[in-house]
């Protein structure tokens, strides 16, 4: 018999605790061993319990989530599901941090939720717990929040080619991203990224992308121009196309519904530059559960693009890296510390290579 996976809950709120403790009791592979109020009591809980994965809330007293998130990944890293309130507030410290390390969030449950919402929140955390006991936690490959010149890569294009990188990630993919943009010279053909995030998160996400990189991060809005140097997050809650007009290609936005279960998905935006762009794409998926970018990424190299997958020893989770593979899509896997550079190597290729 499989050992059910072991669950501590830190939350300030009586309510939440209980909410969660209810949702996860549920589950006949999980148990929460018990709850603690706040950072403190959750210490001695960990050093006793030894808990497989942690839920822990941002705004406590006495000390902050986040200020608890950088004493566990310094002493003692294990994997944490952060819980998080859908605003920007509570988008900014989120982000901080996945960058810290914690594994994936899920929003804060509120009283006004419905049966049928309460159910899907408690599949998400259900979901998001197992994947979490069974991910690589603690990999950091950099410290730094800047990007030293030593470590960007250069880059030299060579003919006219207009070239497109589109890059896929899901959990995880906060740290992973940051991994690659650190490493993104100021010249780099134009960037597409999406990256599973809702309404809210995906503005300071690209805030944060664009302070530590040489190229100039956004979020992506409707109808932009690709510019070298450029980078456009898909929006949360929007999909992310891009068209070609004329000789430019453009940024799209749609409110269509989720497609792999995501809005904004990653097949979406694949299939997208696998039609404006053809050859001229080169395509990155990094870590994520479950299988979002795999039938686009195919699409892809059938068109003629080079695609890159992280390989499982640097992906927090090797889900849509995996499948994306074994369907075909991937030419090659790397430890994502490598990914930028192979990227602009084959954007270095003359068009008459292409």
Excluded at 81 to 91: H, I, N, P, R, Y
Excluded at 221 to 230: D, I, P, T, W
Aim: glycine residues 8%; contains cysteine; neutral net charge.
């Amino acid at each position: 018999m499989t050992k059910p996976i072991t669950v501590l809950i830190v939350d300030d709120s009586a309510f939440i605790r209980q909410m969660l403790t209810e949702m996860l009791s549920s589950e006949p592979d999980i148990i929460v061993l018990d709850t603690a109020s706040d950072p403190f009591e959750a210490r001695e809980k960990i050093k006793r319990l030894n808990p497989d994965v942690l839920t822990l809330d941002i705004e406590m007293p006495k000390m902050d989530g986040i200020s608890f998130l950088e004493k566990i990944m310094a002493l003692r890293p294990m994997p944490v599901v952060m819980v998080s309130s859908l605003t920007q507030k509570g988008a900014d410290a989120t982000i901080r941090a996945l960058e810290i390390g914690a594994f994936d969030y899920i929003s804060k449950p509120v009283f006004q939720q419905t049966r049928d919402t309460i159910g899907i929140l408690k599949d998400e955390l259900a979901e998001k717990i197992r994947a979490a006991s069974q991910a690589n936690i603690g990999k950091r490959l950099i410290s730094s929040h800047t990007a030293p010149a030593s470590l960007v890569v250069p880059f030299h294009p060579h003919g006219g080619a207009k070239r497109i990188i589109a890059i896929g990630a899901s959990t995880g993919g906060v740290e992973a991203l940051r991994e690659v943009f650190l490493r993104m010279p100021a010249n780099s053909p134009p960037i597409v990224v999406t990256q599973h995030m809702p309404q809210y998160f995906t503005k300071p996400f690209a805030a944060r992308l664009d302070s530590m990189s040489q190229v100039n991060v956004s979020e992506a809005v409707n109808h932009a121009r690709l510019q070298e140097g450029h980078a456009y997050i898909a929006p949360g809650n929007q999909h992310l196309k891009i068209v070609r007009i004329g000789s430019d290609f453009v940024c799209t936005l749609q409110d269509t519904p989720p497609v792999s279960g995501h809005r904004p998905s990653v097949d979406v935006l694949f299939h997208s530059v696998a039609e404006a762009a053809g050859a001229r794409a080169v395509g990155v998926i990094l870590t994520g559960m479950g299988k979002d970018g795999a039938e686009g990424m195919k699409a892809m190299r059938d068109r003629g693009a080079h695609n890159i997958g992280q390989n499982e020893a640097s992906c927090v989770v090797y889900g849509m890296p995996q499948v994306a593979f074994k369907m075909g899509g991937v030419h090659v896997e790397m430890p994502v510390a490598d990914i930028p550079a192979a990227v602009l190597k084959i954007c270095e290729k003359k068009e008459s290579e292409l």
